[in-house]
DNA sequence: CTCCTTTGTGAATGCCTATTCACACTATAG
DNA sequence: CTATAGTGTGAATAGGCATTCACAAAGGAG
């Protein structure tokens, strides 16, 4: 009884949050109308108002997500110019976004969010496409700046990139937090950052980051 | 009518095998009792005859897939005895699996296999830990051999190896093949030989694995 | 103040699902 | 041959789900 009515633009912004907070939480299996309008404190109806269905919903959902990931790309390209230090910042940047938001990257990569749904599919894989676009940049950038070997395509650091994160996200999520995912990403990233960094010199031997533990 | 009565051994063989080919090529959603009973020639109940829930089907197939991956360690262990051939052997054992299994491993770190069940979700990690400790395994003797760089985890070593494919396979299934991973795990090796590999001598500038392209 | 559009309600519909159960068949042990 | 345990059948149950629709309230435009 009485919810007070709320203009549809901002019931549509509601909705997707809320929507993304229980898939956060929940899981994405779990996200139904009904929940969503409980939450909301609607009825499940009322979500049709503002949707015209929960496919809309999720699309919605997922914008948010791709927005975020852009989002944490942009702020690390204002922060500094190093390219290096931008993956890294990037790296750090996604694990917190992770941590936060628990199973919400998971949808990206999950299946059911384009089980049968060939458009979202494509949806998806042009926002993670586009991710990955952005890192490669940034690695074509440090090639540029003499940073990063150049004997290397962009497109194949920018995927170990999000491999460095992404399966030990899973794991962090499986063991139900045990997993410590934040040091997995520093750790990882020296292995990283040895591996794609240019060689100093001719050959002087320094190996600043190569240092034991 | 008149589907021939096989003895229980052979019909739970048979359900968790086409159980997991149906979640290969259509995805866990969309397995359903009454699916696995059609594609078999059974009707649904009967399956009740072998196993008591849809749940045990699921483990059922998680074993499978779970006894595959430590069956490609030992494969890669008998076919070779240096740790740097041996992982590189593992990696293009894991993508022929994934290719040849769409799904498949998809499931094991997907979220419908363990959503709610907290004992699946445990087995599922075990599981998971299991081949990183493998692989893991075969870094810490590869230190050993001194052809793996001492001064890294072999732990972080393992996780980055998962990450080289994983995200790569999931693109790959998410742009219907179009994304080659094969190919991504040729070029994806490359840098990690490279990060992982003991420096060769002091300094003498050798990096066979360091050529253009 | 009144009308009409927008937004919320609650019940109903229809689909898909896992699971159960009484029954039927069949092979084999005795 | 016959009883019995093991296996398959078909119908029925029950729950969850997205979605629809006729109706109610509310609030701004005129």
């Not at 979500?47 to 929960?54: E, G, I, P, V």
């Not at 941590?99 to 949808?107: H, L």
């Not at 962090?172 to 240019?198: P, R």
């Amino acid at each position: 009884m009485s919810t007070e009515k709320l203009t549809t633009e901002i019931r549509k912004e509601q909705i997707a949050q809320v929507a993304f907070g229980l898939i956060a939480t929940h899981g994405i299996k779990k996200l139904s109308m009904g929940r969503v309008a409980r939450t909301i404190g609607l009825v499940p109806s009322a979500l049709y108002r503002h949707f015209a269905s929960k496919d809309e919903i999720l699309d919605a959902v997922l914008d948010l997500i791709g927005d975020r990931l852009l989002e944490n790309v942009k702020a690390v390209c204002e922060q500094s110019t190093d390219a290096l230090e931008r993956l890294n910042l990037l790296l750090k940047l996604h694990i917190i976004f992770i941590r936060e938001n628990q199973g919400a990257i998971r949808v990206v990569f999950s299946e059911d969010a384009h089980a049968d749904n060939p458009a979202r599919r494509r949806r998806l894989y042009d926002m993670i496409q586009r991710y990955l676009a952005k890192i490669a940049e940034i690695v074509a950038q440090g090639q540029e700046q003499g940073v990063i070997r150049p004997d290397v395509e962009p497109a194949t650091v920018s995927m170990m990139f999000l491999g460095m994160i992404q399966p030990a996200a899973i794991l962090w999520q499986m063991s139900d937090g045990a997993f410590d995912v934040t040091k997995h990403g520093e750790k990882a990233w020296k292995l990283f950052h040895d591996a794609i960094q240019a060689k100093v010199g001719p050959c002087d031997g320094t190996h600043d980051s190569a240092r034991r533990n």
